[in-house]
């Protein structure tokens, strides 16, 4: 039996889901660029996919920006500030996932100022640093709703209202947020917000970019009039379509997974620190093996957890021929010799960075796999730790 407790680097496609994309490989399967009727039934069938995301986070159906996934919405919204003529200065949270960072990098090597917001240890950012950091030459703040690899949730709405008062375009990344966290950009300030399908039993390959009325970006890619001209290239026809109803589904279902996941989540937190002495937790469950009460993280499903003496890759490896599917920080990074950014910016040493790993739970996780999980740590890490030191 295998057990795949790694969603916050992918979901398995849910089954309605695919069932809606099926007909769009094979019956409609028309350019959905072309005059004709079947072109245009492919049309009808994006533009009902826009409107399902952007129901599901308060936008206007013309704001959504179809692309390829997190990655290129995040490179898009960071690259607009090319486009304003003023404000030579972006701040990034120190937590963000690579496709920010590296992209405010390259921004940097442009001539821009980038500014790092720092966060506590439990990953969340204060409104007050930013409110600091910004200045009369800033062009926009980057900032995730919910950190890849803690699983804590930044105060967007705050930060928003500091941004609009400084007149400073604010971009969230909520790829590892929608169907997770309410979302609602109609009593909110964002101005850029990109989201990705198989975070949330979506296809992989398909994203979406956020752009308040009135935001000028430049092109992602030239060559032909698709997405308003924004992304030239024929549309993911059966990507779109798979990514509204993924929107759909896990915007209707969130309370009822989240219930669900937090009592997997507690089981798993309260066994670990029953079973397998010499661990410590990582973001908003920092502290929790010394507490009568484990307090809950704000997002469900996200656990974070050092063990003592045990190198994180190790573990994943070792957990893996044990049948668990786990990680040693964001998946874009496996294999890495460098200790996560996140986790330093915590304020963990390189030691303790690198002795962490990322467990995330997912709906289709049980009680007895939760078990099953609880007894490989109980088996593998104190085997690890002897290896260590013979």
Not at 21 to 33: A, C, D, H, Q
Not at 183 to 210: C, E, N, Q, R, W
Not at 337 to 348: E, K
Request: proline fraction near 4%; glycine fraction near 10%.
């Amino acid at each position: 039996m295998r057990i795949y407790a790694d969603h916050a680097a992918t979901t398995p496609v849910r089954k309605e889901v695919l069932q809606a994309m099926l007909p769009f490989f094979t019956s409609v399967y028309g350019n959905p660029s072309s005059l004709y009727t079947e072109g245009q039934e492919a049309a009808i069938e994006v533009e009902k996919a826009r409107r399902k995301l952007a129901d599901s986070i308060g936008a206007g159906k013309e704001e959504i920006l179809f692309t390829s996934g997190g990655t290129e919405s995040n490179n898009v919204a960071l690259g607009s500030v090319r486009s304003m003529g003023e404000g030579r200065h972006i701040i990034v949270s120190a937590i963000e996932h690579a496709s920010v960072l590296e992209a405010a990098a390259a921004l940097e090597q442009e001539g821009f100022k980038v500014s790092i917001l720092p966060v506590d240890r439990f990953g969340k950012a204060d409104p007050k640093d930013l409110c600091e950091l910004i200045t009369d030459d800033t062009a926009l703040v980057s900032c995730q709703l919910v950190n890849n690899e803690t699983g804590s949730l930044m105060p967007v709405e705050e930060m928003g209202n500091i941004c609009r008062e400084a007149r400073v375009l604010f971009h969230v990344d909520a790829v590892q947020g929608l169907g997770k966290t309410k979302i609602d950009l109609s009593s909110f300030h964002v101005d850029l917000m990109s989201l990705s399908a198989h975070k949330i039993g979506g296809p992989k390959g398909t994203g979406a970019l956020y752009h308040r009325r009135g935001i000028r970006l430049l092109p992602a890619l030239y060559g032909g009039r698709q997405e308003r001209s924004l992304r030239a290239g024929t549309e993911n026809v059966p990507g779109i379509i798979g990514f509204g109803e993924a929107a759909r589904l896990a915007v209707e279902e969130m309370m009822a997974s989240d219930q669900k996941i937090r009592l997997l989540q507690n089981e798993l937190v309260t066994g670990l620190i029953r079973e397998v002495p010499g661990i410590h937790f990582n973001g908003p469950l920092y502290g929790a093996e010394h507490m009568q009460e484990i307090p809950l993280t704000q997002i469900p499903g996200y656990i974070n957890v050092r063990f003592e003496g045990v190198e994180g890759e190790t573990l994943v490896q070792f957990a893996d021929m044990q049948g668990l599917a786990i990680s040693a920080g964001s998946a874009c990074h496996e294999g890495s010799d460098q200790p996560s950014h996140v986790l330093m910016a915590l304020g963990l040493t390189v030691n303790e960075a690198k002795e962490s790993v990322r467990i995330t739970l997912g709906q289709e996780n049980t009680s007895s796999e939760v078990e099953e999980m609880i007894r490989i740590f109980r088996t593998v890490v104190p085997r690890l730790r002897r290896m260590r030191q013979s």
